[in-house]
């Protein structure tokens, strides 16, 4: 079995298919008039066409799930955020885990929420550039001494 797409039920699909590209980069690969397919996996689906199929009312967005996405230039990122046309919402401002990742955690149109933080690989190795021992970095990311000398090409 494999897992093939994740679908968001939404309110205006063009506003989402926009938000997607325009900050995420996402590319439409089909459209069939209520159901559009995006690059990476992400289904967009029209509320009414989703409560027809599924024979009730539903809510768009409520906190229970979220989409992740890496991107390890956070400042560029939080500068297309300012930049686009439309207000966006925040559920978290950037902010650092006690782990070291910095992450930032928004709303799409629909109130579904996004984190977009940056990828472990840089994390641990933004800390061994900064001077951090392998066991001090391990000991934050809790991953493995191998795992983070492999990724810092001491091992």
């Given amino acids: 079995m494999k897992l093939k797409n994740i679908l968001i039920v939404v309110e205006d699909i063009e506003r989402s298919r926009k938000f997607y590209h325009d900050l995420f980069g996402l590319e ?8 559009m397919i995006l690059t990476e996996g992400l289904v967009l ?4 066409i989703w409560e027809t199929l599924i024979g009730r009312p539903s809510v768009c967005g409520d906190s229970d799930a979220e989409l992740y996405f890496e991107e390890n230039n956070l400042d560029d990122f939080l500068d297309k955020l300012k930049a686009y046309p439309e207000p966006v919402r925040y ?3 950037l902010m650092e885990h006690h782990w070291g ?3 930032i955690r ?10 977009v933080g940056e990828a472990m690989d840089f994390v641990i190795k933004r800390f061994y550039e900064a001077g ?10 809790q991953f493995p001494v191998e795992q983070v000398a492999g990724i810092c090409g001491c091992g």
């Fill in 91 to 93: 559920l978290n401002p």
């Fill in 106 to 115: 928004i709303y799409d149109p629909d109130g579904h929420v996004i984190e």
């Fill in 45 to 48: 689906q029209e509320k009414k």
């Fill in 28 to 35: 439409m690969t089909a459209d069939f008039d209520g159901n």
């Fill in 101 to 103: 990742q910095r992450v």
């Fill in 132 to 141: 951090m021992s392998l066991e001090a970095i391990a000991q934050k990311t």
